[in-house]
């Protein structure tokens, strides 16, 4: 199914886990909800002025959080009704990433003031704010709701969540200019993938060791997620 509808240019996208729903994110900070089966447009949520440029869906598909790289803000959505439930502040700068924990009880955020956020759904607050990075391009949560991921510069990292320790450096980037663009967890969580919009390579990691696996070539222009 091809979707099409949207003149401006798609910075964000997820499945919802009943995989029958795509959201698409704007840059005109538009949030475009999509039946994958049809390809039809089922509703638009137009936010106030800012950039989105990371979404993520909750486990349940009940909920959607937003980042926004203007207004400083993560923002929780509910999806069947498209009313905004909740806002999150506590970065100094925008929004580069927004992940949802396993159990959709915590969320994960990254963001241009060099921090990641762990916070509490629930009640809006920062957990744990974990801090080393110069550049985040994007942040995941495993599996097993206990580690971090973070990809940026001078390395992408694995996180203790319990502790907010960083337990693994990998991937050393050769300046702000060559950091991957995102990283994410396997589903089984044995595995990391990075992809760079620099030198439009995919790697795939051992989340263990940090080891390389294999690098996958082929793209002609930058890759963000």
Known sequence: TTIEGSYNQLRAISINPDGKHVVAGYW???LNFWDISTGQLTRTLKKQDGIMPSISTSPDGKYLLSGDLRHKTIKLWEISTGQLVRSFWGHSRGMTSVAFSPDGKYALTGNGDKTVKYWDISTGKVIRTLKGIKDIGSVDISPDGRYALSSGCPSNKLWDLSTGTSIMNFGKCKSNRSYP????????????????????????????SGKKIRTFRGHKNGIWS
């Open 28 to 30: 005109d900070n538009t």
């Open 181 to 208: 663009s995102f990283a994410t967890f396997s589903h089984n969580g044995k595995y990391i993938i990075t992809g760079s919009k620099w030198d439009r390579n995919l790697i795939l990691w051992d989340s263990m």
